[in-house]
């Protein structure tokens, strides 16, 4: 039985007051929760300042990139070995907008991916098709591609020391969300390409959706059997809207 798990996603939102108004009306409300594992990843700048707000509230601190070297000559970047010491558990890796603004390949994400394993963090591969590649019937292969190049360089092992979340492009910060069935059938899909590997590791993996994820529709997305919980951007934001939705994913 996998454990469910809800992250969210600040993206570059927040400042010292939001942060500590949001998170004063989240944590009493997630205290009481069961079975779910919980975590934020504010921007860079309020990691300190979050990691300190978290303290004793069982909820984890997460980033939302890393750089693939550690240290060195790479103005305005963030090394895995940084974030481990600010208190990080998670990293996510391969974000759909690291992918298309920052022109992320797939190898350079499966180098931050192994860099972040490296460090002991715990790396949050996301993956997910664009609206045409879905159109085009592309999804399972897009998918696939970014799933092999992780298993070529850090084998099933390594990928089964992170987690992934499906992310199809089209659903993040729309408002449009994968119906529960098609987010099934892609989830089912990545479980099975991992069993080709190690069907104990595929069993076990985590695998979260992400893409719109609202309180109305968290419960049906959680309720399929391939899907674990939730990466979730624009509900994060909002108390009652994370809240509601870490409720449908606890116990
Ligand atoms: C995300 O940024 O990972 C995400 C899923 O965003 P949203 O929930 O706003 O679609």
Same mark, same amino acid.
């Given at each position: 039985?996998?454990?469910?798990?809800?992250?969210?996603?600040?993206?570059?939102?927040?400042?010292?007051?939001?942060? #500590?108004?949001?998170?004063? =009306?989240?944590?009493?409300?997630?205290?009481?929760?069961?079975?779910?594992?919980?975590? &934020?990843?504010?921007?860079?700048?309020?990691?300190?300042?979050?990691?300190?707000?978290? =303290?004793?509230? $069982?909820? !984890?601190?997460?980033? /939302?990139?890393?750089?693939?070297?550690?240290?060195?000559?790479? %103005?305005?970047?963030?090394? @895995?070995?940084?974030?481990?010491? +600010?208190?990080?558990?998670?990293?996510?890796?391969?974000?759909? =907008? #690291?992918?298309?603004?920052? #022109?992320?390949?797939?190898?350079?994400?499966?180098?931050?991916? @192994?860099? !972040?394993?490296?460090?002991?963090?715990?790396?949050?591969?996301?993956?997910?098709?664009?609206?045409? /590649?879905?159109?085009?019937?592309? %999804?399972?292969?897009?998918?696939? @591609?970014? +799933?092999?190049?992780?298993?070529?360089?850090?084998?099933?092992?390594?990928?089964?020391?992170?987690?992934?979340?499906?992310?199809?492009?089209?659903?993040?910060? %729309?408002? =449009?969300?994968?119906?529960?069935?098609?987010? /099934?059938? &892609?989830?089912?899909?990545?479980?099975?390409?991992?069993?080709?590997?190690?069907? &104990?590791?595929?069993?076990?993996?985590?695998?979260?959706?992400?893409?719109? &994820?609202?309180?109305?529709?968290?419960?049906?997305?959680? !309720?399929?059997?391939?899907?674990? $919980?939730?990466?979730? $951007?624009?509900?994060?934001?909002?108390?009652?809207?994370?809240?509601?939705?870490?409720?449908?994913?606890?116990?």
């Amino acid at each position: 039985m996998r454990r469910k798990r809800v992250i969210g996603n600040w993206k570059m939102n927040g400042s010292l007051a939001a942060n #500590r108004a949001l998170l004063e =009306e989240l944590l009493p409300q997630l205290a009481v929760l069961e079975g779910v594992e919980l975590a &934020v990843c504010p921007p860079f700048s309020y990691l300190a300042q979050v990691a300190a707000l978290l =303290e004793g509230s $069982g909820v !984890a601190l997460g980033a /939302q990139n890393l750089h693939t070297a550690e240290k060195g000559a790479f %103005t305005g970047e963030i090394g @895995a070995g940084m974030l481990k010491e +600010l208190g990080c558990r998670y990293v996510l890796v391969g974000h759909s =907008e #690291r992918r298309s603004l920052y #022109r992320e390949c797939d190898e350079t994400v499966a180098e931050k991916f @192994a860099v !972040a394993l490296r460090a002991g963090l715990v790396p949050v591969l996301c993956v997910g098709e664009t609206q045409a /590649q879905r159109r085009q019937g592309q %999804t399972e292969q897009v998918v696939s @591609a970014q +799933l092999q190049a992780v298993l070529r360089r850090s084998g099933v092992q390594g990928l089964a020391a992170g987690l992934i979340a499906y992310e199809p492009v089209w659903a993040i910060g %729309t408002g =449009e969300t994968a119906s529960p069935e098609q987010a /099934q059938a &892609v989830h089912r899909h990545i479980r099975a390409l991992l069993a080709q590997h190690d069907p &104990v590791q595929a069993e076990a993996m985590p695998i979260l959706y992400g893409g719109s &994820v609202k309180a109305d529709n968290a419960a049906a997305l959680f !309720a399929q059997p391939d899907i674990d $919980g939730g990466l979730i $951007g624009g509900a994060s934001l909002e108390a009652a809207a994370f809240a509601a939705i870490c409720q449908a994913a606890a116990r």
